[in-house]
């Protein structure tokens, strides 16, 4: 019974915000540094929902500063891999990619807020 029940369900589409991922690849300098770079003409705008990854609040050990983490579930397939840059619509603040996770009717990004 259970099964047929998880069959029937749906992805629920609230609380949707315009999202944009920013793909990152590695560039090595002349003297050998290797840094990421975002790739501006390859933007993926797209909808997701977004929620916060945990109620604890979790600090960098370094700094002792709070982190913001969230989840996005996009409301439609996307090309995400860790590293990647993600970018709320009418929000400077830039999100980092921890983690991907495919499930069989949804995708689910977990993020962080760059310091």
């Known amino acids: 019974m259970a099964a047929c029940l998880g069959a029937k369900m749906r992805p629920v589409k609230r609380n949707l915000r315009q999202v944009s991922l920013f793909p990152t690849r590695p560039y090595k300098s002349r003297t050998g540094a290797v840094t990421l770079y975002e790739i ?63 499930y069989p009717r949804h995708l689910e990004i977990e993020a962080e807020r760059m310091l």
């Open 40 to 102: 501006t003409g390859e933007q993926t705008p797209f909808l997701a929902s977004v929620y916060p990854f945990d109620r604890r609040i979790f600090t960098d050990r370094a700094t002792r500063r709070p982190l913001e983490r969230l989840i996005f579930i996009p409301s439609r397939p996307i090309q995400a891999s860790i590293g990647d840059h993600l970018r709320l619509a009418g929000d400077s603040r830039t999100y980092r990619i921890s983690r991907v996770l495919s």
